[in-house]
Nanobody, 120 residues
């Protein structure tokens, strides 16, 4: 599975962005999909995960109520809609395919990061 993340950019605090993660090489429908992020000088942290069916989702407390993860298995694409962005959301965002988990080692496949910068 190859994952390609896109949609990052520069946005003002309070604004919104939608990240996309497109898969190729194999269908995504067998995997839970997660988003993680890594800010400069910090460790990678869990953001959100969605089950293979799309029925179940789970979010980090820091983004709950502001971010929404969704998926379109027919398009082999996963999305992360980020609203009410804060400067502390600034990071490289990574999508990953694997188990329904908030732990990065449970994921088998990773995309490259897409950079999100939130200005104050």
């Amino acid at each position: 599975v190859q994952l390609q993340a896109s949609g990052g950019g520069l946005v003002q605090a309070g604004g919104s962005l939608r990240l996309s993660c497109a898969a190729s090489g194999r269908t995504l429908s067998s995997y839970a999909m997660g988003w993680f992020r890594q800010a400069p000088g910090k460790e990678r942290e869990f953001v959100a995960v969605i089950s293979w069916s799309g029925i179940s989702t789970y979010y980090a407390d820091s983004v709950k109520g502001r971010f929404t993860i969704s998926r379109d298995n027919a398009r082999s694409t996963v999305y992360l809609l980020m609203d009410s962005l804060k400067p502390e959301d600034t990071a490289a965002y990574y999508c990953a395919a694997g188990a329904y988990s908030g732990v990065s080692k449970e994921y088998n496949y990773w995309g490259q990061g897409t950079l999100v910068t939130v200005s104050s």
